[in-house]
């Protein structure tokens, strides 16, 4: 029996990543961050990213010494969380309104 890695395993991943300032850790953060998104049939990891996973890629990015890519990569990074922020609620109104949330916009998530 071998342990599936799980959010919280990919985000430890994402707080190394967002610790450095190498140019290629961004690039990782985002290309990890991506897999976690897409479906297993596509090739993804078969984890949802959370809240957390977008902070910890925006970080990395924001830690990147190309301050123009930063920036860029940044913005792209909270537009794909507001979209799945829309996406997870209308999966929650689907299912029941108790449902938590996985990816939810608050203050936090634009003072990265």
Do not use: H, W
């Not at 984890?47 to 970080?59: G, Q």
Request: negative net charge; glycine residues 0%; hydrophobic residues 35%.
């Amino acid at each position: 029996f071998l342990a599936k890695p799980n959010v919280v395993n990919y985000n430890a991943v994402l707080n190394a990543l967002s610790r450095t300032s190498r140019e290629d850790c961004c690039d990782k953060a985002e290309q990890l961050l991506y897999r976690m998104e897409l479906p297993v049939e596509e090739e993804g990891y078969d984890v949802e990213p959370d809240r957390l996973s977008y902070a910890l890629t925006t970080l990395s990015a924001a830690r990147s010494p190309d301050i123009s890519k930063a920036a860029d990569m940044s913005e792209a990074i909270l537009e794909r969380m507001e979209t799945r922020a829309k996406q997870d609620q209308e999966r929650r109104e689907a299912i029941s309104s108790a449902a938590p949330p996985l990816v939810s916009l608050d203050i936090e998530s634009y003072n990265v």
